[in-house]
């Protein structure tokens, strides 16, 4: 307790953040000298190398049966050309199908049906980015009319965050011997270490304007770059 109250003397009122105070709970090692508890975060960037696209066609008829019918027909097409173009099985997946009744309103009168909607949408992986803008025109061509993103994000992480992790822990020990030289001390020992979880932050998918897709010479995709970013709580022995 002397020694705590030392540091807080020092250092003056320290308000330790949520990771770093719930990690004080699960320590049980003891700790001679003085406790320094630092919250650290490492990041790199990274070019995405994945590009999610929904896509689907929506079609309109005056019976059910022939607006699932047509639907069906176009989406087959769509995956015609998705495969035509080396998309793997793996990534294309059905996200939704849908069959909706179709009315006209008038004032003052029951509402009338008109017909119905039927919509099929995919969930398709893009692994060749600089191919993806030639495919979304093929699938334009071939009867899609709903498009949606590209999300783009990063297929396997670990390896950035690694070395994400590896800032983080070498941030935390330089902002520990900075604050032992503060109080002219020395860190002795690394008594904990609590990561809260790596993330890379994904963008929100854009729309895509279809009547400028169906027109455009060559859609593409500009794949950017992506921050990972690894938080820790660490724990530091002083002397």
Do not use: C, H, W
Not at 2 to 18: F, I, K, M, W, Y
Not at 62 to 83: C, D, E, H, Y
Not at 148 to 172: F, H, M, Q, S, Y
């Amino acid at each position: 307790m002397r020694n705590l109250t030392l540091a807080a003397l020092l250092l003056g009122a320290v308000v330790l953040p949520s990771a770093a105070a719930a990690q004080q709970s699960t320590i049980n090692q003891t700790i001679a000298g003085t406790r320094l508890d630092i919250s650290a975060t490492g990041e790199v960037t990274r070019v995405p190398d994945i590009a999610i696209v929904s896509t689907g066609v929506v079609t309109k008829a005056s019976t059910a049966r022939a607006a699932i019918q047509q639907a069906a027909a176009r989406m087959a097409r769509v995956r015609t050309a998705l495969k035509a173009a080396g998309v793997e099985d793996r990534d294309i997946q059905t996200s939704s199908l849908n069959l909706n009744p179709e009315y006209r309103y008038v004032n003052n009168q029951p509402p009338q049906l008109t017909g119905y909607s039927a919509s099929n949408q995919l969930t398709v992986r893009f692994r060749d980015l600089g191919n993806a803008g030639t495919i979304i025109d093929a699938l334009v061509a071939e009867g899609a009319n709903q498009i949606n993103g590209p999300t783009l994000t990063i297929d396997k992480p670990e390896a950035a965050l690694d070395e994400a992790r590896a800032r983080a822990v070498a941030t935390g020990r330089a902002r520990a011997d900075l604050y032992a030289r503060a109080m002219g001390l020395r860190v002795v020992r690394i008594v904990a270490i609590s990561e809260s979880g790596g993330s890379f932050p994904v963008p929100p998918p854009m729309p895509v304007m279809m009547e400028a897709r169906a027109q455009a010479a060559s859609s593409k995709i500009d794949p950017g770059e992506q921050k990972l970013q690894v938080n820790l709580a660490m724990t530091f022995e002083l002397q």
